[in-house]
C-alpha cells in the first residue's frame, strides 16, 4: 500500500465505531510477534494534560541520550504527529529545528500498515472482529517502535484506560494518572469516581504511580475526594508505590513572557529544586512534577531538569507571537478552559481581547464560553464563532448566540459574515461597538481567522484562538505561515 491507501484502510475501520476492549488488539499484536513487550513503557492517562507529561518524559529520555518513542493522540496538524520517535540528544536538536523530523515516515507507516492489514485478514477468517482505527493505530506504533528497537515508548492513553488499546502493555517502567476531569462521559462514567477507575485500570502489579491529586483538578470536595478513593484503592490492592502530586508541592512560581519556573518540593523534604518550563498555564507546573516522578527512575536530576526545559507542546497555551500577542489554546473542556481563563486573565488583566473560538457540539459548550468569555477583567472587544473541520462541529450561528448569552447580550445583534470584506466589517464593527461586543460568525475559517488577525493588528490587541483541536490544527498552519512570513520580513 502507498501511505494514502494505508490512511484510506486505516479510517476504513470507522465503520466499526469505537469499541473499547483488549481482545482485538490484543489478538493482532500476539500475531505481530508482541512487539509490545520489546521495550520498557512510561503509560500515562488521565482527562487533561496527558500530551504534555508525554512531552516532558520523552525530552527527559531523549537528553538521557535514549531512543523515544512517543506516542500521542489526537494529532494537531498531520497524521504522523501521532507516532513519533526522538533518537537522543541529536533527534531532540533535529526536533527543535524541524517538528516534523520525528514522524514517521509515511513509506515506513504504509509497509508496516501493510504487514498488519494482513495479520487483520488473518483473524476474520479465524472469526476475530475487525480492530478499530485506534487499535489499527495503535498497533502500527508499537510495531514501529520495535522495529527501531527503541530504549524507551511513552505512551499516552487515547480515552479512559482500563479498555483502552494501549493498555496491552502488561508492566510498565511507570505509569502516571493526570487531571481528572468531566469528558468522555457516555464511555466512562457520570461521576468522577466512576472516570477515576476507568483511568485507574493502566495501574499494574507493583509498578509506581504517579497522580495529580485530584482536588487540585476539580472544585467539588466530594467528588475529588471519590476519585482518589478509588485510584489509591486500586494502588494498593496491586502493591503500585503511588506518588501524589500536589499544588503546594509547586512553590515560588515565576512567569516569563516565554514560559516560567518554579521550586518543587515534595513534603517532608527540607528544599525544594527550581526548574524552567517553556510551556504557559499554572497547571502545567503540576503536569511536570508528575514528569519528574515518572522519570526519577531511570534519569538524572541534570537530565530531567534539561528535559523539562527544552519540552514543547504547541497548541496548548502557544504564544505564537508576543506583539500584539497571538495566543492559541486547544481548550476544548471545561477544565481545559477553566486554565486558559486564569492564564489569559493574569497575563492580559484588564485589557480588550479578540477572541476566535469552534466547539464540538458534543461537549459542554455553554460552560466553557463563559469560563473564558466571562474570565477576571477581561473585555472581550469581539468574538469571531468558526466550525472546526469536523462532523461533530457545532454551528458557527449556535456558537454565537450561547457567546452572546454568556456576554448577556442580545442573540439577535450576532452577525453572519463573509466575503472579501469581512475584515473591514469587524474592524467597523469594533469602532461602532458602544458598550457592545460585536459577535460574529463566518463558514470560512481561514477568512476568519485572518480578519480577527487583521483587526488584532490594527488595533494593538491580543488574539486568543480557543476550542477544539480540530479547529487549532487547522488554522495552526495559516497562523505559522502569516505570522513567521512577517516576522521574517521585519528582519529583512
Known amino acids: 500500500m502507498t501511505f494514502e491507501e494505508s490512511l484510506a484502510y486505516v479510517y476504513s475501520a470507522e ?10 488488539i490484543a489478538e493482532l499484536l500476539r500475531r505481530l510477534g508482541h512487539p509490545e513487550k520489546q521495550y520498557p513503557v512510561v503509560h500515562i492517562a488521565g482527562t487533561n494534560g496527558k500530551g504534555s507529561v508525554s512531552s516532558f518524559c520523552a525530552h527527559i529520555a531523549a537528553v538521557k541520550g535514549w531512543k523515544c518513542g512517543w506516542y500521542t493522540s489526537p494529532y ?13 540528544r541529536e533527534g531532540l536538536d533535529r526536533f527543535e529545528q524541524n517538528y516534523q523530523s520525528p514522524e514517521i515516515p509515511d513509506s515506513r507507516f504504509a509497509a508496516i500498515m501493510t504487514e498488519i492489514r494482513e495479520q487483520v485478514e488473518r483473524m476474520l477468517q479465524d472469526g476475530f472482529d475487525h480492530p478499530t482505527v485506534f487499535e489499527l493505530e495503535t498497533a502500527a506504533a508499537l510495531l514501529w517502535y520495535a522495529h527501531e528497537k527503541v530504549d524507551l515508548v511513552v505512551l499516552e492513553v487515547g ?34 469516581g466512576e472516570i477515576a477507575g476507568e483511568k485507574a485500570g493502566i495501574i499494574k502489579e507493583g509498578c509506581p504511580l504517579v497522580l495529580y491529586r485530584p482536588s487540585d483538578a476539580t472544585p467539588d470536595p466530594a467528588e475529588a475526594a471519590s476519585a482518589l478513593a478509588v ?4 494502588a494498593k490492592d496491586l502493591h503500585a508505590p503511588l506518588t501524589i502530586v500536589s499544588s503546594s ?10 514560559g516560567q519556573s518554579f521550586i518543587y518540593q515534595r513534603p517532608g523534604q527540607d ?17 511536570a512534577a508528575l514528569a519528574i516522578e515518572a522519570c526519577k527512575s531511570f534519569a538524572t536530576p541534570a537530565e530531567i531538569h534539561e528535559g523539562l526545559a527544552r519540552a514543547s507542546w504547541p497548541g496548548r497555551l502557544e504564544l505564537m507571537r508576543l506583539q500584539p500577542p497571538v495566543l492559541i489554546d486547544g481548550a476544548h473542556n471545561v477544565q481545559g478552559c477553566a486554565g486558559l481563563a486564569r492564564e489569559i486573565s493574569r ?17 459542554q459548550h455553554r460552560d466553557m464560553l463563559k469560563m473564558v468569555l466571562q474570565a477576571g477583567q477581561l473585555k472581550p472587544a469581539s468574538v469571531l464563532c468558526l466550525r472546526p473541520p469536523i462532523a461533530r462541529a457545532l454551528a458557527p450561528e449556535k456558537l454565537a448566540a450561547e457567546a452572546a448569552e454568556a456576554l448577556g447580550q442580545p442573540q439577535q445583534q450576532c452577525l453572519k459574515l463573509s466575503g472579501r470584506e ?71
Open 76 to 88: 494537531l496538524e498531520r497524521f504522523n504527529e501521532r507516532i513519533r520517535l526522538i533518537d537522543g
Open 249 to 258: 508541592d509547586i512553590r515560588e512560581r515565576e512567569q516569563t513572557e516565554r
Open 159 to 192: 480515552m479512559g484506560g482500563r479498555l483502552d488499546a494501549t493498555n496491552v502493555v502488561d508492566q510498565p517502567l511507570s505509569t502516571v494518572i493526570c487531571a481528572l476531569g468531566y469528558d468522555h462521559m457516555d464511555r466512562l462514567g457520570n461521576t468522577l
Open 347 to 363: 497575563r492580559f488583566a484588564g485589557s480588550e481581547l479578540i477572541f476566535v473560538v469552534g466547539m464540538l457540539a458534543d461537549k
Open 231 to 234: 485510584v489509591q484503592k486500586k
Open 271 to 287: 528544599f525544594g529544586e527550581r526548574y524552567e518550563i517553556q510551556l504557559l498555564g499554572d497547571y502545567q507546573a503540576m503536569n
Open 422 to 492: 469581512l475584515a473591514a466589517s469587524l474592524e467597523m464593527l469594533y469602532n461602532q461597538k458602544d458598550g457592545i461586543c460585536p459577535i460574529v460568525s463566518c463558514e470560512d475559517s481561514e477568512e476568519g481567522l485572518l480578519a480577527a488577525l487583521a483587526l488584532a493588528d490594527s488595533k494593538g490587541l491580543p488574539l486568543v484562538v480557543f476550542g477544539s483541536l480540530y479547529l487549532l490544527g487547522q488554522l495552526r498552519p495559516i497562523l505559522r505561515r502569516v505570522l513567521w512570513a512577517d516576522r521574517d520580513h521585519r528582519q529583512e
Open 15 to 24: 465503520v466499526f465505531g469505537i469499541r473499547p476492549g483488549l481482545q482485538r
